[in-house]
């Protein structure tokens, strides 16, 4: 079963709204990071936070990490229409290389 | 910089026909990997590359065989095409610190849509 759980599975706001997808996964991590995907298109990195790290920005992103209930968040504030994607939580376990696992991941629609 | 290309773009395969993906990067990236993804799905990992000369099986591998030929390049192989192996497939490669043991962000090419009829 894959590690990486997001919800919820599908999101629809006005732009200008805040927009939060959560994650959960399930063994411990050294990394938890954020992908965007465009329809059709291949994924984007968007963020990168560390185990020891609570809480991380990148613009109008915030990601926060709870490694106590193995869960993240992905907040996008002041949502525009382009950012209408698909966005995946992702994490890796280490068994002599990093085997990467992706959540089903949260459909994010924007209305103009 | 191209970063990751994939080839073909689109295939149409019939069902026990034979093909091979291709994958090459440029950033000179040591891992590498291959995904499949089913729509309203996530990414499944099918093999993956953690370096040169090494692969190792991800979540769904029957069916696929993978070869890493060189630094730049890792090919996906269908040897005998199934329906169920429908899917967009993505390359994407990363540099990784196993002493850290922490993965990098990974980059992705654009994607093979495969239909196999």
């Known amino acids: 079963s894959q590690q990486g759980e997001e919800d919820p599975q599908a999101l629809s706001i006005q732009e200008g709204e805040n927009a939060t997808m959560n994650c959960s996964y399930k063994t411990s991590i050294n990394n938890l990071q954020w992908y965007r995907q465009n329809s059709g298109r291949g994924l984007v990195h968007l963020i990168l936070i560390r185990s020891n790290e609570r809480e991380k920005h990148s613009g109008r992103l915030r990601v926060t990490l709870d490694t106590s209930k193995k869960s993240s968040s992905l907040l996008i504030t002041a949502s525009r229409a382009a950012d209408t994607a698909s966005y995946f939580c992702?994490?890796?376990?280490?068994?002599?290389?990093?085997?990467?696992?992706f959540g089903a991941g949260t459909r994010l629609f924007v209305k103009a | 910089n191209a970063g990751v290309t994939q080839t073909p773009k689109f295939q149409v395969l019939k069902t026990g026909q034979s093909m091979t993906l291709q994958c090459a990067q440029d950033?000179?990236?040591?891992?590498m990997y291959w995904y499949r993804q089913d729509p309203g799905m996530g990414l499944r990992l099918i093999y993956y590359?953690?370096?040169?000369?090494?692969?190792d099986k991800g979540e769904v591998p029957n069916g696929y065989n993978v070869s890493r030929l060189n630094k730049r390049e890792f090919s996906l192989r269908l040897e005998s095409a199934a329906p169920s192996q429908t899917s967009v497939y993505f390359c994407?490669?990363?540099?990784?610190?196993?002493?850290?043991?922490?993965?990098?962000?990974?980059?992705f090419g654009p994607g093979t849509r495969l239909t196999v009829t």
């Open positions: 950033m000179n990236h040591n891992s």
């Open positions: 590359s953690a370096s040169e000369g090494t692969t």
């Open positions: 992702a994490t890796a376990l280490y068994t002599g290389g990093f085997k990467t696992i």
């Open positions: 994407a490669s990363s540099e990784a610190s196993a002493g850290a043991m922490e993965l990098y962000e990974q980059y």
